[in-house]
């Protein structure tokens, strides 16, 4: 049985940090590409990043490079965000997906950013 669990998410103020994690379950984690989404109020949901089954195979959506990245330890299952410079429009529910056959999401996390 997939599972992905997300964590990390909470209230931190505009140009702070915050480190998300998603550890999977159910699969060969090392073997497949890893995605963070994000879905704030009102709008669709978007891709953010994404990590091939190397490290240095990533990619981000123009809004987060140089703030946001992305990287996996597949010894411990994980994949990370660590999202700097933290802006008031990075508001929303981050979610880990990953394509295996189907597509399986996560729970989400909900990540604010406010003053």
């Known amino acids: 049985q997939v599972q992905l669990v997300e964590s990390g998410g909470g209230l931190v103020q505009p140009g702070g940090s915050l480190r998300l994690s998603c550890t999977a379950s159910?699969?060969?984690?090392?073997?497949?590409?890893m995605r963070w989404y994000r879905q704030a109020p009102g709008k669709e949901r978007e891709l953010v990043a994404s990590?091939?089954?190397?490290?240095?195979?990533?990619n981000y959506v123009d809004s987060v490079k140089g703030r946001f990245t992305i990287s996996r330890d597949n010894a411990r299952n994980t994949v990370y965000l660590q999202m700097n410079s933290l802006k008031p429009e990075d508001t929303a529910v981050y979610y880990c997906?990953?394509?295996?056959?189907?597509?399986?999401w996560g729970q989400g996390t909900q990540v604010t950013v406010s003053s």
């Open positions: 997906y990953c394509q295996r056959g189907v597509g399986y």
């Open positions: 990590i091939g089954t190397t490290a240095g195979n990533t």
């Open positions: 159910g699969f060969t984690f090392s073997i497949y590409a």
